[in-house]
């Protein structure tokens, strides 16, 4: 019999597929790591599990203890599935602004999710920074990940994602690239490429424009889960060696692109990926392979950046340019 013992057993390697159209007239081969197929559905399982297993050893998350952080998302889904297995209780806190789909998500799960009101100032008692704090003081046995700080975040990637990329690769990656968010993906992952290469794998990250990695000041952008208003402990500013800005519109066409061209229904923080991907491969040449992280599907995001009108009402999608479909023949 073949069978893994639990799905925690399933988090990582994860395959690299070739990228075949979006790629047309481009020199250089282009690698997607999908992280999708982690059993929560986005590379943040492997965060999850390295704080939890750290915290364990340190004595931090006891028995029957309780996991309190404020995400909305993909973090919260990782450490939901990694505490069942080990019977921990979770509680997210999110502000109200997240979608209902993402709040329902995580209760599926079985986490416990706390809605704190968006419209109030960080320093208000009741933002979701000061209401995640009180909860993890006052929960007895209760533990705060703080994936912007806690070091297993870019670890796991160090220990994981960076060796498997460097196996898959036989050692021929040229190029890593993937988008920033709390950095922990591109110090872990860029920090092991360089020692295994001896410093020849250029790394390079992508980022909204408007966020502080490229040099903004933290303007709004819709791109969710990359870009920051300020600068995480978990990033690592010797490890970059480029930050290519990657605009809302470019980000959510080229999302687009992957669905319907290489069947990659993946979420809007991968279109940024791989257009700075594609732009760094349109300067390589045949000998070169790029390998670019995708952190999570698309599902998430169909009333979004897959939605024509939601396109159409930030200006994305110019009225009249959506594909003619069979019902506008009729
Ligand atoms: N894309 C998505 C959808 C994410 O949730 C995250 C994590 N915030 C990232 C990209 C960026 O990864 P990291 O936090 O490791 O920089």
Redesign the pocket.
């Known amino acids: 019999m073949h069978y893994y013992d639990n799905v925690v057993e399933l988090i990582g390697n994860t395959p690299l597929v070739k990228l075949r159209n979006v790629t047309a007239g481009i020199p250089a081969t282009v690698l997607a790591k999908v992280e999708y197929l982690n059993p929560g559905g986005?590379?943040?399982d492997r965060?999850a599990l390295r704080m939890v297993e750290e915290a364990e050893q340190a004595g931090l998350l006891k028995p029957g203890g309780t996991i309190v952080e404020p995400t909305s998302?993909?973090?919260g889904v990782g450490l939901a599935l990694v505490a069942q297995l080990r019977g921990y209780r979770c509680v997210f806190v999110c502000p109200d602004k997240v979608s209902q789909d993402k709040q329902d998500v995580l209760r599926a799960y079985g986490a416990e999710v706390v809605v704190c009101p968006t419209a109030v100032a960080p320093e208000d008692p009741r933002s979701y920074y000061n209401v995640s704090d009180r909860l993890a003081r006052e929960i007895p046995g209760a533990w705060k990940p703080d994936?912007y700080s806690n070091q297993a975040?870019p670890r796991s990637?160090y220990e994981t994602t960076g060796p498997e990329l460097w196996k898959q690769t036989d050692g021929r990656i040229t190029h890593f690239v993937?988008?920033?968010?709390?950095?922990?993906?591109?110090s872990g992952v860029g920090r092991y490429l360089k020692e295994a290469s001896g410093g020849a794998v250029r790394i390079v990250g992508a980022d909204p424009e408007g966020s502080v990695y490229s040099g903004g000041t933290g303007r709004p952008y819709l791109v969710?889960?990359?870009g920051e208003d300020f600068w995480p402990e978990?990033y690592d500013r010797t490890v970059c060696d480029e930050i290519v800005e990657v605009s809302d519109k470019t980000s959510f066409e080229l999302t687009r692109r992957l669905a319907r061209e290489e069947g990659l229904l993946v979420?809007g923080?991968c279109g940024m990926a791989v257009a700075a991907a594609l732009e760094v491969a349109r300067r390589g040449t045949p000998d070169d392979v790029v390998v670019v992280l995708l952190?999570?599907g698309g599902r998430g995001y169909l009333s979004k950046l897959f939605n024509d009108e939601w396109m159409a009402r930030y200006g994305f999608l110019e009225t009249g340019t959506a594909e003619p479909t069979v019902s506008d023949a009729l």
């Open positions: 986005s590379v943040k965060i998302g993909n973090t994936q975040n990637h993937a988008g920033v968010g709390t950095g922990g993906t591109i969710e889960g990359v978990t979420g923080s952190p999570d």
